[in-house]
């Protein structure tokens, strides 16, 4: 099934969303729900003590219009009492109805009895000399009393409604922090299955674009049929067509190669021929333009040879006549040699030599390998600079460093320094031409040797290109002093 990666993303931000609707919906179902179980009972609580204190001062109200009128016997003071009793006793029917408890129906019918008694009390103190004003206020404090109760007994009632509030709000809370705990959880686990399904396929073909950009052409397998599996089916389609492109433009080139060497031969001949004097006397400018028909066609040869040994090369054709080869005394003419070419630039070659193993190689391509690294340092060192040849044992076998004082290259370049036809950027700032090949020949020759060839640089100050070559097998780096050679 293709699904794009814009559906990946909706999905995976729709789970995450999903979820922190369906916590948020559980938090506010469960605070409504425990809000609801106690607000009723909280109303009528509150409700109680309402009444319950409105009472009180209606009871002192008939207790003041009961005492004017047993001690004046005053008609209108009756009547109030008479009123205030009506009031009280709508407000006690107004209290039964929010009342909850066992007791407090029990309290409230004990108020109702003294209420009653007094009420036939007030009228019997005029038929009945000998009832105390005492009695009478004996009962209303007992119906204050009991009113009293009923307000303690409420403020109870709320006190452990907000202690089963705060217990269930607690409880809720306690859920909803493991709930937010088990969505955060889902939302990393989601996030990282996004980026790994965004980042793994970026970051294969960014190392695939770097293979190619070094002249590895190659295909990903596919692995996915989402926006990610077509675009890596593009990648594949450029990649197949850039490969052809590179075999088609090296097949031409090794035409041209060889269609070069038999022209090369013939003006090489007549090179020699006119050089000789064979057909009459030159003159001093006819010897000069010679010389620059010679180092150009040397130049040509050189390119040519090259090419023709990196295409061998890639085409396994080319034969490695591996024996135990002892370094020093390889590299040892071939300085020499540089010497006699950077001499011209005033350039110093050093060698510096350390004890090292005899290694197993051919030795006409280490010659091949340390006169391109030798030729490329003398060519972009300028006047009056230095270039050192380090020889020292390494983990496998033996190491050889060219270190020169020249132009240096981009880090940005150094990766791409051993790939085909490819030239630093600031080649150009000096008056050399390249071709691009030298060190592609290098790094083939030393792969087929089953060694390694690295570089590193800095713009301004210099180049280091390292080879390092596998020992012979049963040989032993003798030990010993550093050997220097410097020249003149």
């Not at 107004?94 to 409230?108: K, M």
């Not at 983990?395 to 630093?424: C, H, M, N, W, Y």
Request: charged share 20%; net charge neutral.
């Amino acid at each position: 099934m293709k699904v794009s990666l814009s559906w990946k993303l909706a999905i995976g931000f729709g789970i995450i969303a999903a979820a922190l609707i369906l916590v948020t919906g559980f938090i506010l179902i469960s605070l409504d729900s425990a809000s609801t179980a106690v607000t009723p009972t909280l109303v009528a609580d509150v409700a109680t003590i309402d009444k319950a204190r409105g009472l009180h001062e209606l009871l002192n109200e008939e207790e003041r219009n009961a005492q004017k009128f047993l001690v004046t016997r005053d008609p209108a003071y009756l009547r109030m009492y008479s009123r205030t009793r009506l009031l009280a006793l709508d407000r006690l029917d107004s209290l039964e109805t929010v009342l909850n408890d066992t007791i407090e129906f029990a309290t409230l019918d004990e108020i109702r009895r003294v209420h009653a008694w007094l009420d036939e009390a007030i009228p019997a103190r005029t038929r009945q000399p000998h009832l105390r004003n005492g009695q009478i206020m004996d009962s209303l404090d007992i119906a204050h009393s009991g009113l009293d109760l009923l307000v303690v007994l409420n403020q109870n009632a709320i006190a452990r409604s907000v202690a089963t509030v705060e217990k269930h709000t607690t409880a809720i809370l306690e859920k909803a922090t493991t709930l937010l705990l088990s969505v955060l959880a889902l939302t990393i686990i989601v996030a990282f299955f996004i980026t790994i399904s965004v980042s793994a396929p970026l970051a294969r073909l960014r190392k695939s674009t770097e293979r190619i950009a070094r002249g590895d052409f190659h295909t990903i397998p596919v692995r996915a049929h989402d926006d990610f599996g077509m675009l890596v089916q593009s990648f594949n389609t450029m990649s197949e067509r850039l490969r052809r492109i590179d075999e088609y433009k090296a097949d031409v080139m090794q035409q041209i190669s060889h269609e070069l060497r038999t022209p090369l031969q013939a003006i090489y001949a007549i090179y020699y021929m006119l050089a000789e004097q064979v057909a009459g006397p030159l003159n001093d400018r006819q010897r000069t333009l010679l010389t620059a028909i010679r180092d150009n066609i040397d130049q040509l040869s050189t390119f040519s040879n090259q090419f023709l040994d990196l295409a061998k090369i890639e085409a396994g054709m080319m034969e490695f006549h591996r024996q135990p080869v002892d370094l020093l005394s390889v590299i040892t003419p071939i300085i020499n040699n540089a010497r006699l070419i950077a001499s011209q630039k005033e350039i110093s070659i050093g060698l510096a030599a350390q004890a090292v193993p005899k290694i197993s190689a051919d030795p006409d391509k280490v010659v091949m390998v340390l006169n391109n690294l030798l030729s490329n340092a003398v060519k972009f060192t300028p006047q009056g600079g230095n270039i050192t040849v380090t020889l020292s044992p390494c983990e496998d076998g033996a190491r050889i460093a060219v270190k020169d004082s020249g132009i240096g290259i981009d880090p940005e370049d150094v990766p791409r320094l051993f790939t085909k036809f490819f030239q630093a950027k600031n080649v150009s700032q000096i008056n050399v031409k390249g071709t691009g090949v030298g060190l592609a020949l290098v790094k083939a020759i030393v792969d087929g040797h089953g060694g390694r060839v690295f570089a590193a640089s800095a713009v301004g100050q210099g180049s280091t290109f390292t080879v390092e070559l596998p020992a012979e097998p049963r040989t032993v780096a003798a030990a010993g002093a550093t050997i220097q050679h410097r020249s003149i």
